[in-house]
Every structure is written in structure tokens, then in C-alpha cells.
């Protein structure tokens, strides 16, 4: 009985399981809290219609709190976004997602896998940085922001072979 009331009410451990196209009002919820400009409902409906994108999501309970969004050519990766609910930050769920990611993109042959993070994003580059990932280069000015000011962004690579 307190199992099904946990999960009822959001409670329970975490899970990393492919997302659904139902959830794409949910993920473009998370995307808009994560980042300056958020992709809507219909670019993540497109995206979980797409064969070569591989979208993972988090869940504690029934409540969807995190996703991983990928696209993949050959045996190249590129992650096209992460992101955990600002409440469940801190709590290394983003590790158990990208890690659990990665894992089910080397098991579909990827071998490498690319990734860009704003330069300024410490949290993230923390992530990447102990998940194996290593800079590759940097774009300048890449990020605009609401306020005009541009930020650049950083790009990682690792490889799962």
C-alpha cells in the first residue's frame, strides 16, 4: 500500500525508460525551466516520431522530472539536450540518466558521442566532465541571451568503444 502511494504522489526511486510521443507536453515543460529558449510541444512530438533519435526520460513515481534527447548518424552521437527538474537537482539523478543514456547508445554501436554545453554552465560541465566526456573545442558567441548578452559554448566528445 505505501509503495503504490509513494509512486502515486511522485515518491520512489528513479527510472530512465524511453520516452513516449505522450510525453512531449511534459518534456517541453522541462526544457523551457532548463533553458533560455525552450523547444515546444510539436519539436518534441517530431522528435520521438524520428528513427534516429534515441529520447530517454526520468521518472520518480508517475512524474516525469528529467530527459536526455539524442540523434544519431552511424555510429556518431550528438546530445541534443539534458535536463532534470530544477527540484531534483543536485541529487546525482542527472549522472543515473546520462550514464544509463550512454549505455543504451553504445548499445545501438555508437561509438562516439558529441555534445556542446555553454562555457558558463559549471553544473553541467561537472556532469560531462566526470561522466568521461573531454573538450573538443569552443564556439564563440554561440549562445544568445534574452538579455543580448552571447556566451559561448564549449564542445565534448567521448567515446564509448
Known amino acids: 500500500m505505501m509503495e503504490w502511494l509513494s509512486e502515486m ?3 520512489g526511486s528513479a527510472v530512465v525508460e524511453p520516452a513516449t510521443a505522450r510525453d512531449a507536453g511534459r518534456l517541453a ?29 526520468l521518472r520518480v513515481g508517475r512524474k516525469i522530472i528529467g530527459f536526455a534527447a539524442t ?11 539534458i535536463a532534470v527538474e530544477p527540484s531534483h ?3 546525482g539523478l542527472s549522472r543515473q540518466l546520462l550514464l544509463t543514456h550512454l ?13 556542446e554545453v555553454e562555457e558558463n554552465n559549471r553544473p553541467a560541465r561537472r556532469l560531462y566532465d566526470r561522466a568521461g566526456f ?13 538579455s543580448g548578452q552571447e556566451l559561448n559554448a564549449v564542445l565534448m566528445r567521448r567515446d564509448l568503444s
Open 103 to 115: 549505455g543504451h547508445l553504445a548499445a545501438r554501436g555508437v561509438r562516439s558521442v558529441l555534445l
Open 134 to 146: 573531454t573538450i573538443a573545442g569552443r564556439r564563440e558567441r554561440y549562445y544568445r541571451q534574452g
Open 29 to 57: 515543460l522541462l526544457h523551457a525551466r532548463s533553458f533560455h529558449r525552450g523547444w515546444g510541444e510539436s519539436e518534441f512530438e517530431a522528435m520521438l516520431t524520428e528513427r534516429n533519435m534515441l529520447v530517454h526520460r
Open 9 to 11: 504522489w511522485g515518491g
Open 89 to 91: 537537482r543536485g541529487r
Open 71 to 81: 540523434r544519431v548518424a552511424a555510429d556518431e552521437a550528438e546530445i541534443l539536450s
